[in-house]
């Protein structure tokens, strides 16, 4: 079965700083991942995604993806924090039965 | 084009009693998904349905919980009764086909149920 860790709970980065959001899955086959973020009160929202192809992915909102095979990761990141990224943020990993199963989330919080 | 609606956004009951949440996705959607989302843990399906048919309800505890999505449009997700560990937003979501594993879901903003 697919997993997914995010080895960080919570981060505080400063308004205008670059962010880095850790990632890595367990599946056996390829995977189709994928990053959502939850503003509070909101429903999940997703970023980007990764089926196959260039390993670099650009999504909304300024954030881009890399997915590393050799490392299972999926790193996403954003040059220059805004205060409006303070959120939750989900990755999430889709088997071959379409299924999602999410990691327990990052935490980000952006200080002035 | 409008999103998933859910209601209602937050609910309070004394455990044991009942509730139902509501759930509507977006036109068109063949594929509707509730998610459990217990505070500081991703969601966890519960169950998805594939038009009006249950594809997938093998993490659903089937003895206190229940789903249903007649004419395969809207849904309901029912609790009865409740514990105090179904304390959780219960999310709902949908995909166009569901069946696709690049298939993207698109969720509502969730009811947020507290049980006392």
């Known amino acids: 079965a697919q997993s997914v860790t995010q080895p960080d709970i919570h981060i505080t980065v400063s308004e205008g700083a670059s962010l880095e959001l850790r990632c890595n899955y367990s599946?056996?086959?390829?995977?189709?991942l994928f990053w959502y973020v939850q503003s509070p009160g909101q429903g999940l929202q997703l970023l980007l995604k990764?089926?196959?192809?260039?390993?670099l992915v650009q999504g909304i909102k300024g954030f881009e993806a890399e997915f590393k095979r050799s490392q299972s990761s999926f790193n996403l990141r954003k040059p220059s924090v805004h205060w409006s990224d303070a959120a939750e943020y989900f990755c999430?990993?889709?088997?071959?039965?379409?299924?999602?199963?999410f990691g327990a989330g990052t935490t980000v919080t952006v200080r002035a | 084009e409008a999103g998933v609606a859910q209601s209602p956004r937050y609910k309070i009951i004394e455990k044991r009693q009942s509730v139902a949440f509501w759930c509507n996705p977006i036109?068109?959607?063949?594929?509707l998904y509730w998610y459990q989302q217990i505070l500081g843990q991703g969601p966890k399906l519960l169950i998805q349905?594939?038009?009006?048919?249950?594809?997938?309800d093998s993490q659903l505890p089937k003895d206190r919980f229940s789903a249903e999505r007649l004419k395969g449009v809207d849904s309901t997700l029912k609790i009865q009764p409740a514990k105090l560990e179904d304390s959780a937003v219960y999310l709902c979501?949908?995909?166009?086909?569901?069946?696709?594993?690049?298939?993207?879901?698109?969720f509502g903003p969730g009811t947020r149920l507290t049980v006392l």
């Open positions: 979501a949908s995909s166009p086909r569901g069946t696709t594993s690049t298939d993207t879901q698109y």
């Open positions: 599946y056996g086959a390829t995977p189709y």
């Open positions: 990764y089926f196959s192809g260039d390993t």
């Open positions: 999430a990993v889709a088997s071959n039965d379409y299924k999602l199963s």
């Open positions: 036109s068109g959607h063949a594929t």
């Open positions: 349905f594939q038009n009006n048919g249950v594809v997938d």
